[in-house]
């Protein structure tokens, strides 16, 4: 037995040895289920707007997108959907935006406290970057977790796909800690296979998700925008074809593997991207590969094509009754339950290394 070090985790993420990687997911299967068990925590997603003041090439909804069509919800109808996730049973509602500064510190902590007060739901927030005044401030009034991807660690390639780095304000894999501080469960996570992407970088990536010992480790496939910098073949460095990471469903999984022996006792959502690029099918690997968190979309069926952070995204306009049966019939097929009340992450005082020999 011994640790995963990073020449290990870079050789499986170049392993296209379908033997070797039905082990990987295995190892990554069993270690799920050891540690967090065969519950799917189900996070109802709501995504209370598209308005962005950010620049990130990656993104649809970066604030140059003159097609984008935007949109805000009101406290109402976002009330409204949170008491929707309750009656469904889902146990918490996730609010994501773009970096939208209408939400301001005021009019989020009175819709924070409105969601504690009406339901007993647990409430994530994915709202970008925002002052640790108003982070402090929505934590006290209840907001739970937090989720802000590091998108990458390499600064260089942070700072080229997410150009507002250049504003005075620390990395995000800075920002973290002070989140951990005001007490929120964090979360964070990577796009997998965006262009410039190399096995080292992914590979340190997970080492970091490792050492910021997060709650929850959100990863999913890089779909391309048309309407962003990336859509229109700017590339951050010069790409080495033999070192690119590339968008797929296989590629995902093996990350979300090794994400599941990195962190055994963290939460780990099959993402929608995942959903987007591999069908139902997708998500069930992700399922298989050791996520164990679905982000079901609460959003109003007619907002729901508008918050285009990537193409056919939410291309399901079922309604969230639909929605919940559906995947509540798939959990059941593959042997998993929904998870029953606000799921929080319990630390397992798991071992920080994960017991698994990779064969190769
Ligand atoms: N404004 C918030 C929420 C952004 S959307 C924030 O910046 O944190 C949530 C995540 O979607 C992002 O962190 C990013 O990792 C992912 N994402 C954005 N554009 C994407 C794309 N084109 N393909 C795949 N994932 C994307």
Redesign the pocket.
Same mark, same amino acid.
């Given at each position: 037995m011994h640790s995963l070090n990073r020449q290990e985790i870079i050789d499986w993420l170049k392993n296209e040895n379908s033997r070797e990687l039905d082990d990987l997911f295995f190892a990554a299967d069993a270690t799920r289920r050891k540690h967090v068990g065969d519950e799917v925590h189900l996070r109802g997603l709501v995504e209370i707007s598209s308005y962005?003041r /950010?620049a990130c090439t990656?993104? @649809?909804l970066h604030a140059g997108n003159k097609k984008a069509i935007r949109y805000r919800m009101n406290s109402e109808q976002i009330l409204k959907c949170a008491i929707q996730a309750e009656r469904l049973g889902y146990g918490s509602v996730v609010l994501? /935006? @773009? +970096?939208d500064p209408q939400f301001d510190m005021k009019s989020m902590e009175q819709l924070i406290r409105s969601i504690k007060r009406e339901t007993t739901c647990a409430i994530t927030l /994915? &709202? !970008?970057e925002r002052s640790p005044e108003e982070w402090a401030r929505w934590r006290d009034a209840g907001a739970d977790r937090y &989720? &802000?991807?590091f +998108?990458t660690s390499d600064p260089f390639l942070f700072e080229a796909i997410h150009p507002d780095a250049l504003r005075n304000i620390p990395s995000r894999v800075d920002q973290l800690p002070v989140l951990r501080q005001l007490g929120y469960q964090v979360g964070s !996570?990577?796009?997998i296979g965006f262009p410039g992407q190399t096995f080292e970088t992914l590979a340190d990536d997970l080492l970091l998700f490792q050492d910021l010992d997060l709650d929850m480790i959100g990863v !999913?496939?890089?779909? $391309?925008?048309p309407e962003t910098a990336f859509g229109t073949g700017w590339v951050p460095r010069e790409i080495d074809p033999t070192n690119q990471v590339e968008s797929s469903v296989d590629m995902a999984c093996k990350v979300i593997a090794l994400a599941r022996l990195l962190r055994p006792d963290a939460h780990i959502p099959s993402t929608t991207?995942l959903a987007t690029l591999g069908g139902v099918d997708g998500r069930i690997r992700g399922l298989k590969s050791g996520a164990n968190v679905i982000m079901p979309n609460l959003t109003p069926t007619d907002l729901r094509g508008d918050y285009a $952070?990537?193409p056919g995204k939410n291309v399901s306009f079922e309604t969230a009754q639909v929605c919940r049966m559906e995947l509540f019939d798939m959990l059941k097929s593959i042997g998993r339950v929904p998870g029953k009340g606000p799921g929080h992450r319990k630390r397992s005082q798991a071992p920080t290394n994960p017991s698994f020999t990779p064969k190769t």
């Open positions: 962005c /950010s990656y993104c @649809g994501q /935006s @773009g +970096e /994915s &709202l !970008g &989720l &802000l991807r +998108e !996570g990577v796009m !999913g496939p890089f779909l $391309i925008h991207a $952070i990537y």
